[in-house]
């Protein structure tokens, strides 16, 4: 069992940055990949940005070059810095760790979320 708790999200002005942070607690061992997801009021979930145990990143299309993915191993956290916010930013913000032991089944995490508002 994994658990995942964020936190960072608040309240930020269009063109200012916020980092979102993810500590991860359990059993931690074994997390392949891990990611940052977010959903607006009437939309669903995306992927924002995804990083990989051996440090490869993805990025949605609509926030390359803005935002930057890390995590920090000796803390278990995952990082998501957020770079020149838009408000088309706004969002509730996710956490999710991929689990994968050797020769066992693939267990997906989830955090509670971080709400992330981008507003004058």
């Known amino acids: 069992q994994v658990q995942l708790v964020e936190s960072g999200g608040g309240l930020v002005q269009p063109g200012g940055s916020l980092r979102l942070s993810c500590t991860a607690s359990?059993?931690?061992?074994?997390?392949?990949?891990l990611a940052w997801y977010r959903q607006a009021p009437g939309k669903q979930r995306e992927l924002v940005a995804a990083?990989?145990?051996?440090?490869?990143?993805n990025y949605a299309d609509s926030v390359k070059g803005r935002f930057t993915i890390s995590r920090d191993n000796a803390k278990n956290t995952l990082y998501l810095h957020m770079n020149r916010l838009k408000p088309e930013d706004t969002a509730v913000y996710y956490c999710?760790?991929?689990?994968?032991?050797?020769?066992?089944?693939?267990?997906?995490?989830w955090g509670q979320g971080t709400q992330v508002t981008v507003s004058s």
């Open positions: 999710n760790a991929v689990r994968q032991i050797v020769l066992g089944a693939r267990q997906i995490y």
């Open positions: 359990g059993s931690t061992f074994s997390i392949n990949a």
């Open positions: 990083i990989t145990s051996g440090g490869s990143t």
